[in-house]
């Protein structure tokens, strides 16, 4: 097969050691999307010339460039994620697929999420297992098969229109809420673990060294409503990942400092509920799980943090 109802979008800054490759990656599907909008936030680099390069030769890529420069942050990943979904000239698609700049697949990677569907009409939204590599190593374990990746986000199109939008958290997490909304929405969520997406850089990167890194993650469990004993419970699962034990130490201590500070949580109430209401199933077995809303809502509002929506 040469083409297929699906397309997808690439936010992108500043990527051009790796956008060639995920390029590569696209060109080879054994079935190709019907359009991809590659959305660079005032890339500085030789990022755009690639793309344009490829672009020349596959009529299905486009590149958009945004002259509003946005702050490096999580939210502007999303806010450069959405103007590409509205720029899509194709309507008539199955499948919007949401995908970085950084990953490498294999040319069957898109033809089996879709056979995943095929098979699950409930199934919203899904995406192959992201693993990290460095120096050639994986080095991520297995992950919460309920959870999607940002870097692999799969919609069917119905549960995607659902959403509303996606919701842009400066202190990132964007993907578990969208992949909590979808379930909140009535649709299943799946990674599927025998697809493997390669992601080619340590995930949050851009915040330094892993303690960093960790401090952050705290800081981003907390404004998303976890629960503090499920939180605990996390960090405890966590003492094995790098750097051992201190690692999951700073992220439990992150969490706690917001809690005696009271910072906002940045998530809706009734999506805050859903959030801890699975995670306590979770953690307490005898919990059951959340009721979700019906699929026929469609929703047409987006609730923004404050100070993200004067930026879209």
């Not at 939210?75 to 450069?80: E, G, K, L, P």
């Amino acid at each position: 097969m040469n083409s297929s109802n699906y397309v997808l979008v690439t936010p992108v800054r500043n990527e051009e050691k790796t956008i060639g490759i995920t390029i590569e990656s696209v060109i080879r599907q054994t079935v190709l999307p019907l359009e991809w909008v590659i959305v660079s936030d005032g890339s500085t680099d030789r990022t755009d010339d690639i793309v344009r390069s490829y672009a020349a030769q596959h009529p299905f890529i486009r590149l958009l460039r945004l002259e509003k420069k946005h702050a490096a942050s999580f939210a502007s990943v999303v806010i450069a994620t959405e103007s590409g979904i509205k720029a899509l000239k194709t309507t008539d698609y199955d499948f919007l697929g949401l995908i970085d700049s950084d990953v490498r697949f294999q040319p069957d990677y898109y033809e089996k999420l879709m056979a995943k569907f095929a098979e699950d009409p409930q199934l919203g939204l899904a995406g192959g297992w992201v693993r990290d590599v460095v120096n050639g190593v994986f080095t991520n374990d297995r992950p919460n098969l309920r959870e999607i990746a940002g870097a692999t986000q799969f919609f069917r199109r119905s549960c995607f229109e659902s959403l509303g939008g996606l919701l842009p958290i400066p202190e990132g997490g964007w993907d578990a809420i969208t992949c909590v909304r979808a379930r909140m929405n009535g649709y299943r969520t799946r990674t599927f673990p025998e697809i493997v997406m390669e992601h080619l850089k340590p995930r949050n990167a851009s915040f330094g060294n892993p303690f960093r890194r960790k401090w952050q993650m705290g800081i981003r469990d907390y404004v998303l409503s976890s629960h503090p004993l499920f939180e605990t419970v996390k960090c405890a699962a966590r003492i094995t990942e790098s750097p051992f034990l201190l690692g999951a130490i700073v992220r439990w201590i992150s969490f706690f400092n917001c809690v005696i500070r009271g910072r906002d949580l940045v998530v809706p109430t009734d999506v805050a509920r859903f959030i801890r209401a699975e995670q306590l199933s979770r953690v307490l077995p005898f919990l059951p799980l959340p009721k979700p809303s019906p699929i026929a809502r469609t929703g047409k509002e987006t609730a923004y943090p404050a100070g993200v929506a004067d930026q879209l």
